[in-house]
């Protein structure tokens, strides 16, 4: 069954509104872990970034949720880096705790703000913003050029990470605190300070990705709404070897992986739509499984810094 080109043009931009908070969540990490720090607590910070998004946009408007998403996600970094640089406390079981405070917390947070009820379907979301004479050319256009205000965002943000670890002093900073926090000590970098700023950058980055979820996607919040994306975050950026410009390829092959239930809906296959809820997670397992054991993660990756 042949696909017309309304079929393709949806699922291209499905795939690249999907992958918006992948990618921003995932930039975000990367950062940390350039720096030698793997922040498993990047699943709690979108999830806190979701919450405040919805607190945000019911009391305040959209952009207003965005901006404390990206407070909430920096909040949580905050506790996190606190715990596994200050304290230099094993950065596996500080993440994990970190993210089972959010859990608990926004659980409770969204109870006593909007009730056994939720907050129902009446947040207000970014409408598509169509970039003119761009929008309008086939397949790439309405994929990448129509398009909410944080998908323009966080492919803005890729470039901009690049040039901000390959042709910046503190970029390079980062990059050696990462390989080797003593060598970069001996050089006047103080290895905790840049381990810190990352950590505080990728949970700004998470929380953001966080409230993009609710006001560019979905409309609303639910307990446990992020449902792993966090972690999936984190294999993107082992899939993509570390770099934004791999990084940005790796997210929209997860989010055409989660995309796949309208091509085949459109072609009316009876696929239980299970199947599309679990994909990105066993696609997560298969590449690792497939690819981790080929690429170099940074040397001094999760050991503290003194």
């Keep these: 069954m042949m696909l017309d080109a309304g079929v393709v043009d949806g699922f291209l931009a499905a ?3 999907v992958a918006t908070p992948l990618l921003l969540a995932a930039l975000g990490e990367m950062l940390a872990e350039r720096g030698g720090v793997i922040n498993l607590a990047v699943e709690g910070a979108m999830l806190s970034g979701a919450l405040a998004a919805a607190l945000g946009a019911a009391t305040g408007g959209v952009w207003t949720g965005l901006a404390l998403s990206a407070a909430a ?7 996190f880096a606190v715990a596994a640089i200050g304290a230099r406390a094993d950065q596996i079981i500080a993440g994990t705790a970190t993210t089972l405070l959010a859990v608990g917390l926004t659980g409770a947070v969204y109870q006593a703000a909007f009730g056994s009820a939720g907050a129902g379907l ?7 913003v169509p970039i003119r004479g761009l929008a309008e050319v086939p397949f790439i256009g309405p994929a990448l050029f129509n398009q909410p205000a944080t998908t323009y965002l966080a492919l ?20 050696a605190v990462g390989e080797s926090p003593e060598h970069a000590r001996a050089a006047g970098v103080s290895a905790r300070r ?20 609710v006001l560019a996607q ?12 966090g972690f999936i975050a984190i294999a993107i950026v082992v899939l993509g070897r570390w770099h934004p410009v791999g990084v940005l390829g790796a997210a929209l092959l ?3 992986a989660t995309a796949l239930q309208f091509v085949f809906q459109a072609m009316g296959l009876a696929v239980p739509y299970q199947l599309f809820l679990v994909l990105p997670y066993v ?14 993660a940074p040397a001094a990756l999760g050991r503290a810094a003194d």
């Design 15 to 17: 795939s690249v509104r």
């Design 73 to 79: 996600g920096l909040a949580l970094a905050t506790v």
């Design 122 to 128: 009446s947040l207000p979301t970014l409408a598509p």
């Design 156 to 175: 803005l943000a890729v470039p901009l990470c690049w040039w901000f670890l390959f042709r910046t002093r503190t970029g390079l900073a980062l990059r």
């Design 194 to 213: 840049m381990q810190f700023g990352a950590t505080l950058a990728g949970g700004a980055f998470a929380g953001l990705a966080g409230g993009t979820l």
């Design 218 to 229: 979905v409309g609303t919040f639910a307990e446990r709404m992020t449902a792993g994306r």
């Design 254 to 256: 997860f989010g055409s």
């Design 283 to 296: 696609l997560t397992l298969l590449l690792l499984a497939g690819l981790v054991g080929g690429v170099r």
